[in-house]
């Protein structure tokens, strides 16, 4: 089994910024990829960011892409995404997410694709 639990959420105006926080645990060794997604109220969920644990490389959504950033600790198995140029439109509920996906096949922003989810974590920025 695999825990994922967010934290580090919260309220900033337009231009703030956030580091969003995903601690990961149980079995480490079956998950390659870690992934943001995110759901605004009324709205699909929809991908923003992932990282290969194996490699640290990164992949990014275009709506995000120069402002947001991953990075990871392996030895304290969490990996960050960091907020900057906030906007109102980036408010929605966050949550991390794990995939088994072979590495060859590459990065996914699929949620069909993720089979372990955290709880989610509210970030809220108003204008």
């Known amino acids: 089994q695999v825990q994922l639990v967010e934290s580090g959420g919260g309220s900033v105006q337009a231009g703030g910024s956030l580091r969003l926080s995903c601690a990961h645990s149980?079995?480490?060794?079956?998950?390659?990829?870690i992934s943001w997604f995110r759901q605004a109220p009324g709205k699909e969920r929809e991908g923003v960011a992932a990282?290969?644990?194996?490699?640290?490389?990164?992949y990014y959504a275009d709506s995000v892409k120069g402002r947001f950033s991953l990075s990871q600790d392996n030895a304290k198995n969490t990996v960050y995404l960091q907020m900057k140029s906030l906007k109102p439109e980036d408010t929605a509920m966050y949550y991390c997410?794990?995939?088994?996906?072979?590495?060859?096949?590459?990065?996914?922003?699929?949620?069909?694709?993720?089979?372990?989810w955290g709880q989610g974590t509210q970030v809220t920025v108003s204008s």
């Open positions: 997410a794990a995939t088994i996906r072979r590495l060859d096949l590459g990065f996914t922003l699929s949620q069909r694709d993720y089979s372990y």
């Open positions: 149980g079995y480490t060794y079956s998950y390659n990829y």
């Open positions: 990282v290969s644990r194996n490699t640290g490389s990164t």
